[in-house]
């Protein structure tokens, strides 16, 4: 085996084992009830999403997608689950974590913006002066910070 094609084979393994981390509803207790029971429903909990950020994939399992706006925990999905994989008592925050770009983030890089923490309804973003913005504690995960962000800055994983 040549060097170019090591270096090939090990470079395509690496690229099949990164996959996208699939981020819940906050309303769940065990990840495998998902491959189980939501199978078969009929995505309710995604009509029941008042601000249409749950995504029935392929799987049938439900995902949430911060594109378009950020979970409000109303509970809807939660109270109308057939299969009760999503259940108020399991409520929670959001399965994630809630990073900012310090390279991509226009305050960080001395200008003005406060894009992010505005939206944000658990003042969990802090800035350091007028500058550096940071995500403390108080961070939810719910995503509102996440399409208002002009320069995309803000990741969740």
């Known amino acids: 085996m040549k060097r170019r094609e090591l270096f090939s084979s090990l470079a395509s393994s690496f690229k099949n084992e990164k996959q ?3 981020i819940r ?3 769940y207790d065990d990840e495998e009830l998902f491959l189980k029971e939501c ?3 009929e995505g309710l909990c995604a009509d029941a999403c008042e601000v249409n950020i749950i995504l029935i994939q392929d799987d049938k399992t439900p ?3 911060f594109s378009n706006s950020g ?4 509970d809807e999905c939660a109270k109308v689950c057939p299969s009760e994989v999503l259940k108020l008592e399991y409520k929670k925050n959001i399965s994630a974590k809630v990073e900012i770009n310090v390279l991509e983030c226009l305050s960080w890089n001395q200008t003005m913006c406060f894009s992010c923490k505005d939206p944000c309804l658990d003042d969990a973003i802090t800035f350091l002066g007028m500058f550096r913005p940071e995500i403390n504690d108080a961070c939810t995960s719910c995503g509102f910070c996440l399409k208002v ?3 995309n ?3 969740i994983g």
């Not at 979970?71 to 109303?74: A, E, G, I, P, V």
């Open 20 to 22: 996208e981390k699939v």
């Open 25 to 27: 509803p906050p309303y």
């Open 39 to 41: 199978i078969k429903c």
């Open 63 to 65: 995902k949430l997608d």
């Open 71 to 74: 979970c409000t925990f109303c």
């Open 149 to 151: 962000c002009p320069t």
């Open 153 to 155: 800055a803000i990741k």
